[in-house]
């Protein structure tokens, strides 16, 4: 079975950084699409970031120019570079695989990320 294991959230001021990680294992990582989504209290899951097998990246809008999706195929990890957060930032991250194997979705356990203004 896919499993994510996350790690890097925590508690920053506002114009901060932080780099999230997901270590991900059961699957061939290389092939996979990874991608970065977000949550807070009583809001929809959002994605927020995306990087394919082959490279591609995509961002939601109001991330694009602070954030960078990565990956590192040797370690099977991927990673969610933030810089300049914003308290609108604030909210739980989950990393998410798309296996093109098995066309299904696994999730990571989320980790939570606080922007205090």
């Known amino acids: 079975q896919v499993q994510l294991v996350e790690s890097g959230g925590g508690l920053v001021q506002a114009g901060g950084s932080l780099r999230l990680s997901c270590a991900a294992s059961g699957t061939i990582f290389s092939i996979t699409t990874m991608r970065w989504h977000r949550q807070a209290p009583g809001k929809q899951r959002e994605l927020v970031a995306t990087i394919t097998s082959g490279g591609y990246t995509n961002y939601v809008d109001s991330v694009k120019g602070r954030f960078t999706i990565s990956r590192d195929n040797a370690k099977n990890t991927v990673y969610l570079q933030m810089n300049s957060l914003k308290p609108e930032d604030t909210g739980v991250y989950y990393c998410?695989?798309?296996?093109?194997?098995?066309?299904?979705?696994?999730w990571g356990q989320g980790t939570q990320v606080t922007v205090s203004s």
């Open positions: 998410n695989l798309w296996s093109p194997t098995t066309r299904l979705n696994s």
